[in-house]
């Protein structure tokens, strides 16, 4: 901390503020009493890095192969737009 607050230029006399100066106070105990967001597997996944095995989008091909077509029916309607605009001379 004190590398930072020279960094910054932070050079005023910081005893006068007292706890102040230190936003979390107790706050780190505070968290530690909170329950885990995670399960312990999820825990041990991430430190290990292992991603396999779990569930995978069951609609994601589905998603894709739409997303795909509606692209090409885009390109195809534009370009017929464009076509039928150079024919009528506009």
């Given at each position: 901390m004190t590398?930072?607050?020279s960094q910054l230029g932070y050079n005023f006399n910081a005893t006068k503020l007292g706890d102040a100066n230190d936003p979390t106070g107790n706050r780190e105990l505070e968290l530690l009493k909170l329950k885990p967001t995670l399960h312990s597997w999820q825990y041990e996944a991430l430190a290990t890095n292992d991603?396999?095995?779990?569930m995978k989008n069951p609609?994601?091909?589905?998603i894709a192969n739409?997303?795909?077509f509606v692209t090409?029916?885009?390109?195809?309607a534009f370009s017929t737009h464009l076509?039928?605009?150079?024919?009528?001379?506009?």
């Amino acid at each position: 901390m004190t590398q930072i607050f020279s960094q910054l230029g932070y050079n005023f006399n910081a005893t006068k503020l007292g706890d102040a100066n230190d936003p979390t106070g107790n706050r780190e105990l505070e968290l530690l009493k909170l329950k885990p967001t995670l399960h312990s597997w999820q825990y041990e996944a991430l430190a290990t890095n292992d991603l396999t095995g779990y569930m995978k989008n069951p609609v994601s091909n589905t998603i894709a192969n739409l997303t795909s077509f509606v692209t090409s029916m885009n390109t195809i309607a534009f370009s017929t737009h464009l076509t039928i605009l150079e024919t009528q001379n506009l």
